[in-house]
């Protein structure tokens, strides 16, 4: 694993830290952390999950689609590195997932058939306060670098603090209606995504940086973007029109 370069871990830290500032967009802002975690640290792709209202992990970002997949399968199956260290609040570290199957039964044949072999579970957590986990997978075996975790834990530190900021979240009502809403606003998403995909002819990871794309170059929420385009795509010819077209 290569050793991350001062200047370009100051230039996402500063990135990351910019977006904490009033009305930034949250699902852009998860977005951002798993993109850079997955970026520094190579050959490991990066996803987010917090709690919801009910005290249940829900998936927020990802680095790539599998990571995505494979979240939601975490979800599902309520077992796997992301439950466990939200639920324990401690680090989860796994080497070999060859070797958990006794430990997650249903998630480590899951995670294994689709070609990962380590992951190292972080925790969204701020004093006492556990919001969450980030996850890192690996499809080698082995133990990230003692400078890659400490990296990859700042960056869950700068989210948790984002997202536990005085400004959206002072009272836990609060941070229910903030998540919610970016539940809902992921749902919309995710539909968006496969309408563009449909439309270029491209993959998912593909059409949700053309979403992204478009909607930091006009300085746009994800949110009411994905809406448009579900609903009346034709409206966003910059976006939706197909290049042949």
Not at 230 to 236: A, I
């Amino acid at each position: 694993m290569t050793t991350i370069a001062s200047d370009r871990l100051a230039e996402v830290l500063v990135e990351v830290a910019d977006t904490l500032v009033d009305e930034f967009d949250l699902i852009d802002f998860l977005q951002r952390v798993t993109t850079h975690a997955s970026d520094l640290v190579a050959a490991r792709i990066c996803g987010l999950m917090l709690a919801d209202h009910r005290g249940r992990l829900q998936l927020m970002a990802a680095s790539e689609e599998r990571a995505e997949m494979l979240e939601l399968f975490q979800v599902q199956a309520d077992e796997g590195p992301c439950q466990d260290c939200f639920r324990d609040g401690e680090p989860v570290i796994v080497t070999d997932l060859r070797t958990t199957q006794d430990r997650w039964p249903q998630f480590a044949p899951h995670a294994v058939a689709a070609g990962f072999r380590s992951v190292h579970a972080f925790p969204m957590r701020l004093r006492g306060q556990v919001i969450g986990a980030l996850n890192m997978f690996g499809s080698d075996a082995g133990q990230m670098e003692d400078a890659d975790v400490r990296v990859v834990q700042a960056l869950a530190d700068i989210a948790t603090i984002g997202l536990l900021q005085e400004r959206a979240i002072t009272r836990a009502e609060l941070l229910t209606e903030q998540l919610q809403a970016a539940l809902n606003s992921r749902i919309v998403i995710e539909q968006a995504k496969g309408v563009l995909a449909q439309l270029h002819g491209e993959s998912p990871d593909e059409a949700f940086a053309r979403l992204r794309a478009y909607c930091r170059s006009r300085g746009l929420g994800l949110g009411k973007v994905a809406y448009t385009v579900t609903t009346d795509p034709l409206s966003l010819p910059d976006l939706t029109r197909p290049a042949h077209s």
